[in-house]
């Protein structure tokens, strides 16, 4: 069948369904009645003569066919969307954009701040949202352009996303003041000998020191296991356990602690993040502004 023949309308509300998981919120996002909806998916299922999507409950389920499209959809939409606004200059002076920035939430203490008082004072309309995403919906999300740019660790994406390395971070070890065996300076038996916290949002596993710890066939004890690195501060406060985490953003929460950060007594992989975006706003004028914003906030925190 010919393009020609071929509402590209329909391929919209197929990506509407496929995100919002109905018929009711996908035709909330396009403003659009329910039976509009429903006329356009009816349409399409003749086409590619697959039901795309079957009912489980309140959620439209999709179906191998449409799990097999969807990114190739969600590319080409995009790409149509930036030879219509490609033409269109950027200017940060006027735009009225808001930009969504994809990271961990060890990250966004470190580079929130700084990067908002650069986009405020070059671009004053210009927003920023900020969230937490599995790292196996990262790239369709980059495809789809629900997300501009994404920070995190070296992950194994397709060449369809480019990639920059970030300025690499340090590893320090927060003990309380007044901790009786720690005072300023610590070895690694020192810091064998004592007890720790490992933050992870994961239920088990090692974290990096660990790993490094057992290739040399030592191990340290965990006595406790959180998800957030501010919790753990805060036990560190009220106990003699020690906190192992990246220096810049220790340095963040220990504002508010005023516990000893001493070097790690050990060797590490350096802490590398890295900046993620699609190829297909790889010269859209806007996400550039924003990675070129990104790169130099990080390159100027403090080391």
Known sequence: MHISKVDLNLFVVFDAIYAEGGLTRASQRLNLTQPAVS???????????DPLFERQGHTM???PLARNI???VRNSLRGFELTVTGTERFDPATSERTFTLAMRD?????IL???MAAIAAAAPSVGLNALRMGRNELE????????DAAIDVLLPLSDHIRTLRLPADSTVVLARRGHPHVQEAMDLDLYLSQQHIQVSSRRAGPSLEDVELGQRGLQRRIRMRCQHY???CSVVSQTDLLLTMPERYGRVLNQQFGHQILPLPLQLPAISNHLYWHTNVDHDLANRWLREQIA???SELPA
Do not use: D, M, W
């Open 39 to 49: 006329h356009a998916l009816a349409r399409l299922r003749h086409l590619l003569n």
């Open 113 to 115: 701040p700084p990067l």
């Open 61 to 63: 389920v999709p179906t």
């Open 140 to 147: 369709a999300e980059l495809a789809a352009g629900t997300v």
């Open 296 to 298: 130099r906030v990080i």
């Open 106 to 110: 060890v990250v966004e203490p470190n």
């Open 230 to 232: 501010f919790t753990a």
């Open 70 to 72: 969807i990114e190739q």
